[in-house]
């Protein structure tokens, strides 16, 4: 099965074209390799996927482009002769950086991801899956966040351009019949992982003696989810294209489902934890202690976030296994290899 997969320089679209090459698969990768942050560690991760592919024999190939350049994902579509599965994860991430940057969410959120589907349909894919995030839930504060809930109040414009995405989805499930699952990621984590990410910039700081920012005095918890557990759950919804709830009530609407092949689900680790016992399994794996700078909460961020992942489990046996502390040992393992600290 031949899979195209964006944003294979990226963390996640990284680990997922890993995984994919592994069992064997051709993989056709797509990435612009920006500089939102260090560009060396994504050519680390495009090399790694080349070191993979040979050793497996997997097909591999890369295409370096901007996925808001519509003529360039369009001649990838037709240069593969099409796709089985296109597994969309390329998008401008980062809550922070959306204040100040909204035009690069338009580009890659936005138009990026009309090209995608405007592909898709043409190539007639048999499933599309892509990334939203949690951040859309916004200013909902039910705990767990499930499906079900409404996400019409996000709190950044990332939030905004990912819950766009859903709707944009639903719109080409239902017009053209396109089976697509949008998958809610709650704050991933692992090795290969982002530097603007909480885990990299603590580990970074407590190796050099420099204080790690604490927002919000500290008072946060997040749904913290290892990066093989995220993978693993990918795949598995890859493998099971969407299709059109047989209970779809159009009296009462859902916004996870329809009577098109449309599905979103949240893909977390069903367990918070609070970012103050975060920063103390990373203590325990450095061997060091961190010096904490508590600040006041910063525009955009969330308190909380807790996923209700039943929906996945219960759909494709979706089932996450990384406690915390070893997640994040194996992290720090891997962050001490790479940079050889």
């Known amino acids: 099965m031949t899979h195209l997969v964006t944003g294979t320089a990226g963390f996640i679209g990284f680990h997922v074209a890993r995984r994919l090459l592994e069992r064997g698969h051709a993989v056709v990768g797509f990435d612009v390799v920006n500089d939102y942050y260090d560009p060396a560690l994504k050519e680390g991760r495009l090399a790694e996927l ?5 050793e497996t024999g997997s097909e591999w ?3 370096r482009a901007d996925l808001a350049d519509q003529t360039a994902v369009n001649e990838t579509f037709e240069k593969a002769g099409g796709f089985e599965r296109v597994i969309h994860l390329a998008a401008q991430a980062g809550v922070r950086h959306s204040i100040k940057n909204p035009h690069d969410y338009v580009n890659s959120n936005l138009i990026g991801f009309t090209n995608i589907l405007e592909a898709c349909r043409h190539a007639k894919v048999a499933h599309l899956t892509y990334a939203s995030t949690s951040s859309v839930y916004g200013a909902n504060t039910a705990m767990p966040f499930a499906e079900e809930h409404g996400v019409d109040h996000p709190l950044q414009f990332y939030a905004a351009t990912k819950r766009a995405n859903e709707l944009m989805a639903h719109a080409y499930s239902h017009l053209f019949r ?3 699952t949008g998958l809610r990621f709650f704050t991933v984590y692992g090795p290969w992982g982002r530097p603007d ?5 603590f580990t970074r700081a407590i190796l050099a003696e420099e204080p790690i920012q604490l927002f919000n005095n500290g008072d946060h918890s997040r749904d913290f989810t ?17 299709e059109p709830d047989p209970d779809w009530d159009p009296a009462e609407p859902r916004p996870d489902r329809s009577d098109a092949p449309f599905r979103i689900y949240n893909i977390g680790n069903n367990t918070p934890v609070n970012l103050t016992e975060y920063v ?3 203590e325990r794996s450095l ?3 961190a010096q904490v700078e508590l600040l006041p909460m910063q525009p955009g961020d969330v308190p909380d976030t807790y996923a209700d992942s039943s929906a996945l489990s219960d759909a494709v046996g979706y089932c996450p296994s990384t406690p915390v502390g070893e997640g994040v040992r194996h992290f720090v393992d891997w962050y001490r290899r790479y940079y050889g600290v």
């Open 61 to 63: 190939t890369f295409v």
């Open 287 to 289: 061997n060091r202690k």
């Open 178 to 180: 396109i089976p697509t």
């Open 280 to 282: 103390s399994a990373l």
């Open 50 to 54: 080349e070191r993979v592919a040979e």
């Open 197 to 201: 990410m909480a885990l990299f910039r």
């Open 226 to 242: 290892y990066i093989d557990d995220i993978v693993e759950g990918v795949v598995r919804v890859s493998d099971h294209p969407a």
